[in-house]
């Protein structure tokens, strides 16, 4: 994705982040690779699934195991 | 009976010699703190040693062997953790400058069932700056690799995977968010467990990614992995992801063999274009010793793993840049410019870009599971390339070309099963012929550990890969 040291010095002063002189190109590289990577995810079939961890899934082994009978 | 060759042995048969009072749990522990002493300087394993808390430790374990109170195979045995597992008194810097003096006031849940099981703490191992990647100065030495010092030892559980590897404890506890346990052990020739997500307590721990983070063995043999496995696995009621189901007995299948067992190979990751040459040979040359034991081989495959890369840094360097939030607005410069930047770009990253990575980690587990109903187990070699030399894979990014090339690029092996929280294990698999380990990763079905290891051991001991040691000074 095409994004500019100015793009993320704008957006870091928003939220209040320090990104030095130094670090900005470096961050601007970072973040721009990761931006474009991620828009190979705008698929049909990914859509279809839903953004919940895959740790909480029913096979996850999170539930509690059963009660003894008083 | 106490030089080069004891050191050497596996912690099964040392566990042996222990139990039955051939051995001195103090002597033992006295010849692996000779061995820190004489190497730890080339090598940068160890951040912390505790010769005195060990000889203490080791002789009420001997004691306590001596009037019949033998607890099990890790009693008297000298052992080390990756310094990002809290261990009291005894201080636990993760890695950074920043808490190069924090003392833990209490063990994390896994020390306290190490020290249950009578494990002497030998020490605290280096590893990348916060259990990230891709440290460039590490605060508290440069790790190197024992089989060439020249070369990295991979990371983050980077000392974990030099200790064991070059003797300098009988075993170690490594922490694997995307790799850290399989990829330095891939690098040093040893066996290496990424346990299936909640199977191991995270409690006190410090995090990196709170939904990927998984404590394992990093060892010299597949046995000494399951006895280490057996000892720190289980529920906890301190982590609130920790997994009720019931542990196995990990060593009881290990001499079972693969007959009949069905090994799927996966496509997207046993490809002549992307894998080095020689981890190429050395894989098909595994596949080849699986089908010779009677292993039923067929090709998988999970279309997504292509881009297991940047949905894991999506995922986990959001999550780190949540953990990091306070601490990299108030000391940035008290961090290393890799994870400095690292952490800063991921606290911009859109929330909306985040749930898309999540939907599609959702995605890459189905895809997993698929292929894991048609077979026992998924192989693939550990990493594509073998260990690179120490400063090739850390100078600062130049472009965004060059990150796209240098962290998206190359596929990523090991985050596939970091994502779908699947256990997989690294075991050697051959060398290069520069002298380098090979690792081959064999990954399963949730909670299935015992069917990997006893996988592994079946291709361990139908090789003598394990057997070779670096030789040191």
């Known amino acids: 994705m095409d994004l500019s040291p100015v793009d993320v010095k704008r957006l870091a002063d928003l939220l209040h982040l320090p990104i030095s002189?130094?670090?900005?190109?470096?961050?601007?590289?970072?973040?721009?690779?990761?931006?474009?990577?991620?828009?190979?995810?705008?698929?049909?079939?990914?859509?279809?699934?839903?953004?919940?961890?895959?740790?909480?899934?029913?096979d996850a082994g999170l539930s509690q195991p059963p009660r003894a009978s008083p | 009976m106490f030089g080069e060759d004891l050191i050497l042995r596996p912690l099964s048969h040392l566990a042996a010699l222990l139990a039955r009072q051939e051995l001195s749990p103090v002597a033992l522990t006295k010849v692996f703190l000779d061995r820190i002493e004489a190497f730890n300087g080339l090598l940068h394993a160890y951040i912390t040693v505790c010769a005195d808390a060990a000889l203490a430790a080791a002789r009420q374990a001997e004691a306590e062997i001596a009037r019949g109170a033998y607890r099990g195979p890790l009693h008297g045995m000298p052992i080390a953790v990756k310094d990002q597992i809290f261990t009291k008194n005894i201080r636990t810097t993760g890695g950074s400058s920043i808490f190069a003096e924090q003392i833990p006031g209490e063990d994390a849940t896994v020390m306290r069932r190490l020290y249950e099981a009578g494990a002497i703490l030998l020490g605290k191992l280096n590893l990348s700056e916060f259990a990230f990647g891709g440290t460039r100065i590490h605060p508290h030495g440069t790790p190197h690799n024992p089989w060439n010092l020249d070369?990295?030892?991979?990371?983050?559980?980077?000392?974990?995977?030099?200790?064991a590897a070059a003797s300098l404890c009988a075993a170690a506890l490594g922490e694997d968010t995307g790799g850290s346990v399989r990829l330095p052990a891939a690098a040093c020739g040893i066996v290496g467990l990424r346990p299936t997500f909640g199977l191991v307590s995270r409690h006190g721990v410090m995090p990196a990614c709170w939904s990927m983070d998984t404590l394992g063995p990093m060892t010299r043999t597949v046995e000494d992995c399951a006895i280490v496995l057996q000892v720190?696995?289980?529920?906890d009621p301190r982590d609130p992801l920790s997994s009720h189901t019931p542990v196995p007995d990990y060593r009881l299948g290990l001499s079972q063999g693969v007959r009949g067992l069905r090994v799927g190979i996966i496509r997207e990751l046993h490809d002549p274009h992307l894998n080095d040459t020689?981890?190429?040979?050395?894989?098909?040359?595994?596949?080849?010793?699986?089908?010779?034991?009677?292993?039923?081989?067929?090709?998988?495959?999970?279309?997504?793993?292509?881009?297991?890369?940047?949905?894991?840094?999506?995922i986990c360097d959001t999550d780190a840049a949540n953990v990091h939030e306070q601490l990299i607005r108030s000391r940035p410069h008290d961090y290393d410019a890799a994870t400095r930047t690292r952490v800063l770009a991921a606290s911009l990253l859109p929330a909306n870009l985040y749930h898309r990575a999540q939907r599609a980690r959702a995605l890459l587990r189905q895809q997993m599971l698929?292929?894991?109903?048609?077979?026992?187990?998924?192989?693939?070699?550990?990493?594509?390339?073998?260990?690179?030399?120490?400063?090739?894979?850390?100078?600062?990014?130049?472009?965004?070309?060059?990150?796209?090339?240098?962290?998206?690029?190359?596929?990523s092996y090991s985050t596939p099963y970091s994502l779908a929280a699947l256990p997989a294990v690294s075991i050697p698999c051959g060398?290069?012929?520069?002298?380098?380990?090979?690792?081959?990763?064999?990954?399963?079905?949730?909670?299935?550990?015992?069917?990997?290891?006893?996988?592994?051991?079946?291709?361990?001991?139908?090789?003598?890969?394990?057997?070779?040691?670096?030789?040191l000074g």
């Open chain 2, 278 to 314: 020689e981890v190429q040979t050395a894989t098909a040359q595994a596949i080849t010793q699986f089908r010779d034991l009677g292993a039923v081989i067929e090709e998988v495959s999970i279309p997504l793993i292509s881009l297991a890369a940047p949905i894991f840094i999506a």
């Open chain 2, 370 to 411: 698929t292929a894991l109903e048609r077979v026992d187990v998924l192989l693939s070699p550990s990493t594509a390339t073998p260990p690179p030399k120490i400063g090739d894979d850390i100078t600062p990014y130049r472009s965004q070309a060059d990150v796209i090339a240098r962290m998206f690029g190359a596929r």
């Open chain 2, 232 to 235: 720190i696995a289980g529920f």
């Open chain 2, 151 to 163: 070369y990295s030892p991979l990371g983050s559980s980077s000392g974990s995977g030099i200790a």
């Open chain 1, 21 to 58: 002189a130094e670090d900005l190109p470096e961050v601007t590289y970072r973040l721009g690779a990761l931006l474009g990577e991620l828009q190979q995810l705008n698929r049909p079939d990914i859509w279809s699934m839903e953004p919940i961890p895959v740790i909480f899934g029913p």
């Open chain 2, 431 to 471: 060398f290069t012929s520069t002298g380098l380990p090979i690792g081959l990763q064999i990954g399963g079905r949730p909670f299935e550990e015992a069917i990997i290891l006893r996988a592994a051991a079946a291709f361990e001991g139908s090789t003598d890969w394990h057997t070779r040691h670096p030789t």
